[in-house]
């Protein structure tokens, strides 16, 4: 147990804080059930929500959610917003993944019928996407200057090039694009790095997943989604890979160096953050957006990528074969929103880093189709369990309208790897009834399902919270790793 | 934690919840940003470097002797991941409190003859320690996987 577990004080069952002590400006505010407490208590992470606390202009709560974990910096499962006046931005708080995130796409194939050809439709994905270590060429090489497109224009700039729809737009976050990207922002090393990387998976936890949809909780809102009881979907898990990478680096150099200029110290050098209004900070901002619209356009061709797989796989249109999408969530990003506060609507810099956006029904940032539902809020679990859809609800203008990720690692890599000597995760994963295929020997032991948190834990401590509601439960059938 | 002495390398793994650390020790300074940047090229890639085919030349600054390691392994994750090159030898030419400049034998990563064990997407400032203790210099480093 580490230190600052003492000090936090049980508020109900789903809400613990820690309160304001020796440098932290705001409190800390944790939300868990008494049994995720308990796994949290483990790692380092609570100090992580006491660091963030100290960072300047910070409104509100440093707050985290029950996936949360260790990171670096900011806790994975952070969630902390500030004043556009006085406050900062942080590479640190978005990570070097900016605009890790996932992409639920629904069909009208039903799983029973598909499932003697599981094993042949995976291994036709598996080929179709290219994922591992650097994985590239799913799409022609892009120059500079078609890479400075995407940057300032994300998805629609691959629909723009044949992958995808119009329709497609309205169901991604920002319709697809965040406007205040900057081309200029970036450095020629991240263009150097991204311009093969667009439709590609990577490795580590990322991944693309055949699920059925195994149980509904909300039959209304399940159907505005468009999801559908044993019927399969897909679920992309990825982001903006080395582009973002280099981005987050670059800055993370560039803000540290100029650290001391800032007037603040930090407790925490993966901290560096730079006053919003400062160059330092506008550049931040303007390169992370071109980052998070480079990972709109990867799931977006990747998309295109599985249903071109999927349409000569079953020889017939994805029209036909009911394949649409529903919805794409970021999962590690920066953003100015506006939100209410004891001063207000006011406008904000909210850091999610391993945090949902989860706006509630009738909000103006959510498209038309979702707007009297809420948005659908995707939280994948691990490859042996499941996955869930929430909606946003009103409760969530406490978290500046954010919920979870996903389960949250609870075992190192090390100890997930050691635990695995001697067994075939993929052999324990088929008994189950799960196909699994990875590129990399060992992101099979590291991303075992003993190495997350029980994601069904999870999602009912957000719902408790009042943070979201619980739509619909999805189960892998067959998962596709670096 | 786990000793590594694999290829003479020598490393220890700290347990990381998310992500991968590791702690270096080195009898010289020069020596121990060799060990690093051999380690971090361990917990990448299976097997041994192959031969040499250029030599490059790396010059770096940063504000302190621990941000200088960090910029280090930066520089070869980014030579790696964009461009394949892999280190073979290291000639570190000066090493000052704010400065390196380092010749290094590279060669080109073939994924025909190396297996990749993970991916390191980047080397984290969080919880960076660099100091002397006794006859040793000692590193803890984070990466971000």
Known sequence: MTSKMTEFRKIDDFRWELPATGNMRVPGRIFASEQLWQQISADKSVSQVANVACLPGIVGY?????????????????????????????????????????????????????LPKIKELSAVLFNAIPSGVGSSGAIRKLSFDEMKKVVRSGAKWAVEHGFGSQED?????????????????????????????????????????????????????????????????????????????????????RIGS?????????????????????????????????????????????????????????????????????????????????????????????????????????????????????????????????????????????????????????????????????????????????LVMARERGTLAEEMPEAYKNVKEVVSAVAGAGLCKKVAKLKPVAVTKG | MTRHLKNM?????????????????????????????????????????????ERITVKLDAPDMASLLNRWLSELLYLFNAKKIVPVKYFIRELTENTLAAEIDTGRFNPGTRNIRREIKAVTYHDLKLEKKKNFWNARILFDI
Request: glycine fraction near 12%; include cysteine; charge should be negative.
């Open chain 2, 9 to 53: 390398k020598q490393y220890r793994l700290i347990d990381h919840t998310a992500d991968l650390g590791i702690s270096v020790q080195a009898r010289t300074l020069k020596k121990l940003f060799i060990a690093s940047a051999e380690s971090l090229f361990d917990l990448m890639l299976e097997g041994r470097a192959g031969r040499a085919s």
């Open chain 1, 169 to 253: 737009l309205v169901r991604i976050e920002d319709e697809g694009c965040m406007d205040a990207a900057e081309p200029g922002a970036i450095s020629d090393r991240a263009y150097e790095r991204g311009k093969d990387q667009l439709g590609t998976l990577g490795s580590g936890n990322h991944f693309l997943e055949i699920d059925v949809i195994s149980e509904i909780y909300d039959k209304e809102t399940a159907a505005v989604f468009g999801l559908k009881q044993d019927f399969a979907a897909f679920l992309i898990h990825t982001g903006s890979r080395g582009f973002g990478y280099q981005i987050c680096d670059d800055y993370l150099h």
């Open chain 1, 258 to 434: 100029q650290q001391a200029n800032f007037g603040f110290a930090l407790p925490d050098r993966q901290l560096a953050a730079a006053p919003i209004k400062s160059q330092e900070g506008h550049d931040y901002y303007s390169a992370m957006a071109g980052a998070a619209n480079y990972a709109k356009a990867n799931r977006q061709i990747i998309q295109h990528l599985v249903i071109r797989a999927v349409e000569r796989f079953f020889g017939t249109s994805a029209e036909k074969l009911g394949i649409r999408l529903v919805y794409d969530v970021a999962h590690n990003t920066a953003a100015f929103e506006e939100h209410q506060t004891g001063k207000g609507k006011t406008k904000l810099c909210v850091h999610r880093k391993g945090a949902t956006r989860s706006l509630p029904a009738g909000h103006q940032s959510l498209p038309e189709i979702y707007r009297a539902a809420g948005q659908p809020v995707i939280i994948p679990g691990n490859m042996g369990d499941c996955s869930f859809v929430l909606a946003g609800v009103s409760g969530a203008g406490e978290t500046f309208n954010s919920s979870c990720h996903g389960a949250g690692r609870v075992l190192s890599r090390g100890q997930a790897i050691r635990d695995a000597r001697g067994r075939s995760i993929t052999e324990e994963l088929s008994k189950q009834g799960i």
């Open chain 1, 62 to 114: 440093s707050m985290a959610m029950p996936d949360i974990h260790w990171g670096y910096g900011f806790p994975i499962g952070g969630v902390a917003a500030f004043d556009m006046n006085e406050g900062v931005i942080s590479p640190g708080g978005v990570g070097y993944d900016i605009n890790c995130g996932v992409r639920l796409i629904a069909t009208d194939l039903e799983m029973d019928k598909i």
